[in-house]
Nanobody
Framework: QVRLVESGGGSVQAGGSLRLSCAASGSILRINTMTWYRQAPGKQRELVAAITSSGSTNCADSVKGRFTISRDDAENTVYLQMNSLKPEDTAVYYC??????????????WGQGTQVTVSS
């Protein structure tokens, strides 16, 4: 079994910064793509940013130039550096990872989510 644990959420004023972390643990053989999603109240979950095992990244247009995704494979951790935060960034942020685990199958695992609140 694999577990993802997010941390780093909180409340900030507009223009501020937060750094989210998501650490994976358990029977991991390899982690492929790691992705951050977010879900605001009353809205569908949306992709924020993703990073492949080779380090290629992509992100939503709404966060380009403000958010940066990175990973530390030695720690099985993905990060989301969020700068110039806006009230519309307020959401629960979820980590997702495609993991080849000890079963020799690849599964998509989710974290429990971390709340980010940006006040104007």
């Amino acid at each position: 079994q694999v577990r993802l644990v997010e941390s780093g959420g909180g409340s900030v004023q507009a223009g501020g910064s937060l750094r989210l972390s998501c650490a994976a643990s358990g029977s991991i053989l390899r982690i492929n793509t790691m992705t951050w999603y977010r879900q605001a109240p009353g809205k569908q979950r949306e992709l924020v940013a993703a990073i492949t095992s080779s380090g290629s990244t992509n992100c939503a247009d709404s966060v380009k130039g403000r958010f940066t995704i990175s990973r530390d494979d030695a720690e099985n951790t993905v990060y989301l550096q969020m700068n110039s935060l806006k009230p519309e960034d307020t959401a629960v942020y979820y980590c997702n990872a495609d993991v080849l685990d000890s079963s020799r199958f690849t599964y998509a695992y989710w974290g429990q989510g971390t709340q980010v609140t940006v006040s104007s």
